[in-house]
């Protein structure tokens, strides 16, 4: 496939930010996963009719705490896995939109690297929705809406943090209040890369609240917003910090889980 073609070297952003869809006689949109012209619900994060179509939502059937992926569990919702009865993570809830897999991954590839930064606000409002379907006990509006921070080296080779614009299209969704509350202090080996393993202790001590939001976090209930979530090892360091600065819940939100 070719990506000039389907990256349009950012000017889809651009047309997004300048007009949307009347600019797409010169910039069109098209399809992430196959190329072909992006239309109907699919076209706002850059998806053919087929192509979403194939997107697969992340399984009620999960363990309340972590999210992970099981073959039965209660009606209740309130199953949790081996893993958390053992040891419970920070996080109070982990809810995933989707699965990690094609075409979600091209789309989130799309936002991270081929500097389609309107993709964000885009996946932000369609795992709000996600959200409200998963717990609808929850009322996000009054809770504040924390993404996880990437370095700021990395931050500025891509120009910038795809997580600070999917929780921007979060908060709008949910009428929530944004807050980057954490700083990343070391640069980690991106957890793609790691066996699981070694993806488990990767962003250990990686993280800290930033001077001034402890006051603002505590007794408040947290969204905590990410990309992608692999071991959920990220997001339960996050959490550590947020709960250490006074946060009373943290509920944990991804646009996708690895399976």
Known sequence: MNLDRVYGRQHR???HRMGGSWLDPLFPVFCLA????????GRSICLCLRCYGQVVRWPRAACAVCGKRLGEVPQNGCYRCRACRATRPAY?????????????DAVITGLKFGRLDHLGPALGALAADALVRATPSHHPASWLVVPVPLHWWRRLGRGYDQAVLISQGVSDVLGATPLRALRRTRRTVPQSRLARAQR?????????????????LRGQSVLLVDDVVTTGATVNACATCLKEAGAKTVVALAIARTA
């Open 13 to 15: 952003s651009v047309a």
């Open 200 to 216: 488990l202790g990767n962003p250990r001590g990686a993280f800290v609240v930033r001077r001034g939001c402890r006051a603002r």
């Open 34 to 41: 196959c190329g072909k012209p992006a239309q109907g619900a």
């Open 92 to 104: 109070d809830a982990l809810v995933a939109a989707w699965t990690y897999r094609p075409p979600v």
